[in-house]
Nanobody
Framework: VQLQAFGGGLVQAGGSPRLSCAVS????????MGWFRQAPGKERELLGR????????YYVDSVKGRFTISRDNAKNTVYLQMNSLKPEDTAVYYC????????????WGRGTQVTVSS
């Protein structure tokens, strides 16, 4: 499985960018797709994930209601819609994939930097 995240950049506080993660490889339709971020000096944290097969989602409390994960089967792409960004959302954002029965993510895309200016 190959993942490629893009769509980051410099965003003003309050902005609503959308990140994309293009997915390729065999049997990716069975995967869970997760979005993570890592801020400077902090550990990488899970933001949420989507089950490719049925589109069901899960979000951590810190982004619930602000971030939305979706997928486009025809484009083999997973999205992270971010709303009302704050400077503390500045981080490198990653997409990742794993089989539902596994505890850790096996496949990672190269991250994309999101910088939120105040």
């Amino acid at each position: 499985v190959q993942l490629q995240a893009f769509g980051g950049g410099l965003v003003q506080a309050g902005g609503s960018p959308r990140l994309s993660c293009a997915v390729s490889g065999r049997t990716f339709s069975t995967y869970l797709m997760g979005w993570f971020r890592q801020a400077p000096g902090k550990e990488r944290e899970l933001l949420g994930r989507i089950k490719w097969s049925d589109g069901s989602t899960y979000y951590v409390d810190s982004v619930k209601g602000r971030f939305t994960i979706s997928r486009d089967n025809a484009k083999n792409t997973v999205y992270l819609q971010m709303n009302s960004l704050k400077p503390e959302d500045t981080a490198v954002y990653y997409c990742a994939a794993k089989y539902p029965y596994k505890s850790s993510y096996d496949y990672w895309g190269r991250g994309t930097q999101v910088t939120v200016s105040s």
